[in-house]
């Protein structure tokens, strides 16, 4: 099997054939996490992981990037978690949340931080792992981190190998996907121990080149993600590695069923 640790198919881009990319999904033994950006992506995600009896969860979180506009409000992030919470919950995790300081957002930083801080200290009260992201920002985010006891995953990582090993000498996972096509992480994926990598789609974007290739799974013109081609991450690691497929497939979804408590 294999598990697709950050999905947003509770954005827009599936509103018209969620329920078919979910079956897909299922029938490939490929199971998801639907990632929360804010409020209402939060809770979609969750109503959509309550409609399946296993393979589909949630993640509740205010992303970077909204911070400026959306106001963290704790108790309404908190009852949605508390809803669908303890064994066989579909809360699985607070995310994605963190820094980013691309382009204008870097215009509050901290802003940024404040609201991450709250966040973070909402894991802690219901113990669930993080999903980070971070962009243009490993440095203050490992400087925060260093001071945290948190568990979690670095979504999307694309920082250097000295990053990389600092969040994996402080116990944190690390997630690939399609970026691995656009920037070169093979130093860094071969230097990680697979113990400790998590892989994803971060679907609708960041389509593997396979995948816009294939007349048989290109579901539209726009080349759109999907959790099922979480395959040709595993895949291309795999060959990074030089490891067999299936054992990558294997220990990255006994990692995320770890982390997740799946």
């Known amino acids: 099997m294999l598990i697709d640790t950050h999905a947003h198919l509770n954005f827009k881009a599936f509103k018209n054939d969620l329920e078919e ?11 998801l996490i639907n990632v929360g ?17 296993k393979g589909v969860f949630g993640a509740i979180g205010l992303h970077p ?13 908190k009852k949605l978690a508390l809803r669908s ?22 215009l509050f930083k901290e802003k940024q931080k404040e609201v991450f801080l709250e966040q973070l200290g909402l894991s802690k ?4 792992p993080v999903i980070f992201h971070c962009r243009k920002a ?19 990582f694309t920082g250097k190998w ?23 992480l093979n130093e860094v994926i071969k230097k990680t121990p697979l113990e400790r990598i998590l892989v994803e789609t971060d679907c609708p974007y960041l389509t593997p080149p396979l995948a816009r290739r294939s007349p048989a799974e290109k579901r539209d013109e726009g080349g759109r993600n999907e959790p099922i081609f979480v395959k040709y991450i595993a895949e291309e690691i795999a060959k990074i590695k030089n490891l067999d497929f299936q054992k990558v497939a294997e220990i990255t979804a006994q990692n995320a069923k770890g982390l997740f408590r799946l």
């Open 21 to 31: 990319v979910v079956k897909r999904s299922l029938a490939e033994n490929v199971w």
């Open 37 to 53: 950006s804010k409020y209402e992506t939060s809770k979609k995600a969750v109503e959509i992981a309550e409609k399946y009896k």
């Open 65 to 77: 990037i909204h911070a400026k506009d959306e106001v963290f409000d704790k108790e309404k992030y």
């Open 85 to 106: 919470f303890g064994e066989g919950g579909k809360v699985v995790a607070i995310g994605e949340i963190g820094l980013d300081y691309d382009r204008e957002y870097g």
């Open 125 to 128: 009260e219901l113990e669930l």
């Open 138 to 156: 490993h440095e203050d985010l490992l400087e925060i981190l260093k001071n945290n006891q948190i568990h979690g995953v670095i979504h999307c």
């Open 162 to 184: 000295k990053q990389a090993k600092e969040y994996l000498d402080m116990g944190f996972y690390l997630g690939f996907n399609g970026i691995i096509y656009k920037l070169d």
